[in-house]
């Protein structure tokens, strides 16, 4: 089964809009971690922002925040005032305390902001 | 120089050459990691070390080599690719077993074998 599942290839959202991209995830351990990467075309990977599993809050970060969904395994990235450069691949990622140096990473999403 | 440094930024070679991509971090982690993206797949992870020990080798083929000659470097030898080697190869590095803390990425190798 794949651990980390994004089910949007591609999203498009007008500048200055909010847009949400779905991550869902699959662990037994009760502990983890999320994150969120953001690759330009350049290719360097970015990171954006990080939710723990036993945090109880959203994690918030400028412009992004993470709504963080326990019982439903889903760790969605919020872009808030969406600008031309937010348009990028964006990847969710997760880290088990179990096995804890791997990083399981999504398919990704390609997010297009038009202006 | 801080993050993670990865050389060379882009490289053209033909199957029968001998290379070898770099990666030095200086963010005082201990465990550093090779990840291959072709296009329009997921990342794939090659290889981890923990403390320079190799701890994952996600059945890459021979022809790549890791090496890891302490926590802060970490190289991939390549040697008679295939066309299909041809990827963006990306370095990281971060704490060991600490799931709090993310992954940090090199700018990659784009790669392309002819």
């Known amino acids: 089964a794949q651990k980390i599942t994004q089910t949007q290839p591609g999203m498009f959202v007008q500048e200055k809009e909010a847009v949400t991209l779905d991550c869902t995830y699959d662990?037994?351990?009760?502990?983890?971690?999320l994150f969120w990467y953001k690759q330009p075309s350049s290719g360097e990977m970015i990171f954006l922002i990080y939710?723990?599993?036993?945090?109880?809050q959203n994690a918030t970060e400028g412009r992004y925040s993470l709504n963080f969904q326990k019982a439903r395994k889903s760790a969605n990235l919020v872009i808030s005032a969406s600008q031309l450069g937010d348009s990028a691949m964006y990847f969710c990622?997760?880290?088990?305390?179990?096995?804890?140096?791997?990083?399981?990473f999504g398919t990704g999403t390609s997010l297009t902001v038009i202006p | 120089e801080t993050g993670v440094t990865q050389t060379p930024r882009h490289l053209v070679m033909g199957m029968t050459n001998k290379k070898s991509l770099k990666c030095e971090q200086h963010?005082?982690?201990?465990?550093m990691y090779w990840y291959k993206q072709s296009a329009k797949k997921p990342l794939e992870l090659m290889f981890v070390?923990?403390?320079?020990?190799?701890?994952e080798n996600n059945s890459v083929p021979s022809r790549f080599s890791p090496e890891c000659p302490n926590s802060s470097h970490l190289f991939l030898h390549l040697h008679t690719l295939q066309p299909e080697d041809s990827a963006l190869y990306l370095c990281?590095?971060?704490?060991?077993?600490?799931?709090?803390?993310?992954?940090?990425f090199g700018q990659g190798t784009r790669l392309t074998v002819v």
């Open positions: 990622a997760m880290r088990e305390s179990n096995t804890g140096n791997q990083f399981y």
């Open positions: 662990t037994s351990d009760q502990s983890y971690g």
């Open positions: 963010l005082g982690h201990n465990a």
């Open positions: 990281a590095s971060s704490q060991v077993r600490d799931r709090d803390t993310e992954a940090f």
């Open positions: 939710q723990g599993s036993y945090d109880e």
């Open positions: 070390y923990n403390f320079k020990e190799q701890t």
